[in-house]
T-cell receptor, first 110, second 116 residues
Framework: EDKVVQSPLSLVVHEGDTVTLNCSYE??????LLWYKQEKKAPTFLFML????IEKKSGRLSSILDKKELFSILNITATQTGDSAVYLC??????????FGSGTQLTVLP | DTGVSQNPRHKITKRGQNVTFRCDPI?????LYWYRQTLGQGPEFLTY????????KSRLLSDRFSAERPKGSFSTLEIQRTEQGDSAMYLC??????????????FGEGSRLTVL
């Protein structure tokens, strides 16, 4: 059975801090690792990673995948209160459906 | 708005009643997924369709749950004889598998079910 584990479960920081969220996965016939942001409603897509060692960036957010060690990290620099959300990591394998982790609840204080 | 649409957004029902949720995916998407999410957890896969064919069902999907996508467009998820443990957010998502970004799912806002 596919499994995705995220850490930490929750994180409280102050505006301007940099945070690193972790995701480890065990996915049969792994194809891609995805990150989503969820703010009390639908998860919204952030990144999809398929190749090891290639960083994807979007503004202050970046993510990288290590297929050998089976993990990914999501970095957020210069955090803002608007970054407060649950960040979900999901793995896609042979089944083509996503297996999600429990998420990391990020709270950014002003 | 051409995103994934779900209704109703909220449903409160008494234990033992049947409920039905509807999902309208993004129009050109050929895959449609149902997930369930409870507080503090990530979404859990229930089932998915490619066009009108239901290709996979999770063990979470008991006999009381049935999903259809009759014409390969909208989908319905019915829960019969609801139980309090069915209380959750039911999320629908769609994707287009032939494109490179096939793993990216677009989610609807969800249908929140409360069973009293």
């Amino acid at each position: 059975e596919d499994k995705v584990v995220q850490s930490p479960l929750s994180l409280v920081v102050h505006e301007g801090d940099t945070v690193t969220l972790n995701c480890s996965y065990e996915v049969t016939n792994f194809r891609s690792l995805l990150w989503y942001k969820q703010e009390k409603k639908a998860p919204t897509f952030l990144f999809m990673l398929t190749s090891s060692g290639i960083e994807k960036k979007s503004g202050r957010l970046s993510s990288i995948l290590d297929k050998k060690e089976l993990f990914s990290i999501l970095n957020i620099t210069a955090t803002q209160t608007g970054d407060s959300a649950v960040y979900l990591c999901a793995g896609s394998g042979s089944a083509r459906q996503l297996t999600f982790g429990s998420g990391t609840q990020l709270t950014v204080l002003p | 708005d051409t995103g994934v649409s779900q209704n109703p957004r909220h449903k409160i029902t008494k234990r033992g009643q049947n409920v039905t949720f509807r999902c309208d995916p993004i129009s050109e998407h050929n895959r449609l997924y149902w997930y369930r999410q409870t507080l503090g957890q990530g979404p859990e896969f229930l089932t998915y369709f490619q066009n009108e064919a239901q290709l996979e069902k999770s063990r979470l999907l008991s006999d009381r749950f049935s999903a259809e996508r009759p014409k390969g467009s909208f989908s319905t998820l019915e829960i019969q004889r609801t139980e309090q443990g069915d209380s959750a957010m039911y999320l629908c998502a769609s994707s287009f598998i032939e494109r490179k970004s096939a793993g990216e799912l677009f989610f609807g806002e969800g249908s929140r079910l409360t069973v009293l």
